[in-house]
């Protein structure tokens, strides 16, 4: 389902096959390192499992560096995906219960749509008309000033700057930076993992802590970058419980 013109402006849209409303809506974001060769179709175990347990699953593909992506391109395109749920005219889609779930770099792109609402007009991604009730982060880079030695520069191809070249866009693109956020969150990480420090979790659910923010850390012990989209790792039973856990009614 395309959500704009752009060829990697699309999504997988699934819904359960029962005919029972969905639990809720979960928004799928991919990763590898915001950059060309990872795309959504390596989240689809993680979706068929969200669906088998009665989700309606919106899986999202954006332009990433290289292929026409960066910034602003990847920041407009993860807005306009979450933004399309709005225009949708389906019952089975409870964007009330909605949840967004992102590995890795797309930890980082779903910590960053919960931020939408405090961005200043004109930014990239400002006045959502979607906004989720819960993030869970899977082993995400919530703070991009510091990850910025992580992927060989992978941030600053993202962001197309450094910290001190350009503040306001990490203000602008950073979740660890916007807290609070005003939107509950979970950060699933696994304590081996090589790829993105445990730290990034850590330090994020201080910070959003600190700020007011309803945050927590699930460390996975042993689990390495990749086994918390692996559905047959506890890693993965982790990631589910707290999707089950933010959409939970209040």
Known sequence: MAYGGQPQQFG?????????????????VHGGFWRAGTDLTVMRPVVDALVAANFAVWNIEYRTVNAGGGWPSTFD????????????????LDLRRLVVLGHSAGGHL????????????GDPGAAPAVRPAGVVSLAGVLDLAGGMLLGDGAVADLVAATPADDPARFRATSPLEAVPLGVPSVCVHG??????????????VAAATAAGDRSEIVRVEGANHLQLIDVRHPGWAAALAAVERLSAPA
């Open 12 to 28: 997988e849209l699934t819904f359960p096959a029962t005919r029972d409303l969905p639990r809720g809506t979960v928004l799928v």
């Open 77 to 92: 395109d993860v807005a306009m995906a979450a933004d399309h749920l709005a225009t949708l005219r389906s019952t089975r």
């Open 110 to 121: 779903a910590g960053w749509l919960a931020m939408r609402a405090k961005l200043a007009p």
């Open 191 to 204: 304590t081996a993992d090589e790829v993105v420090p445990l730290s990034q979790s850590e330090d994020f």
